[in-house]
């Protein structure tokens, strides 16, 4: 699908640092709970992305697809309190984006 890194980018972003960071950052005030609020959530979106492939998944596999997306959790929020969520989107976006060419290139 080509749209996919588009539709990745916007909806995680919207939901996780929008919605989940901005709660969770009014609840403790503190920004760098919010972040890890916000990047567990993210992480949880990934697992179940995997509910609907078929295919056996190997713990290895789930530990390094939980530590690679709660990095990347914590770096979009990060970027997003530090420059706001139109900036953490456009990122998502270009990490997708290039992962999408890597794979049809």
């Known amino acids: 699908n080509p749209f996919a890194p588009l539709r990745a980018a916007f909806f995680e972003e919207v939901v996780c640092r929008f919605g989940i960071l901005a709660i969770a950052f009014r609840l403790s005030r503190s920004a760098a709970v919010a972040v890890a609020v916000a990047a567990i959530f993210n992480a949880g979106v990934a697992i179940k992305d995997l509910s609907f492939d078929p295919a056996p998944i190997s713990p290895a596999f789930l530990a390094g697809l ?13 970027i997003a309190i530090r420059r706001g969520l139109l900036s953490a989107m456009l990122l998502h976006f270009m990490v997708a984006l290039k992962g999408t060419l890597y794979v049809i290139l």
């Not at 939980?66 to 990060?78: K, Q, S």
């Open 66 to 78: 939980l530590a690679g997306n709660l990095l990347a959790g914590i770096l979009y929020g990060w």
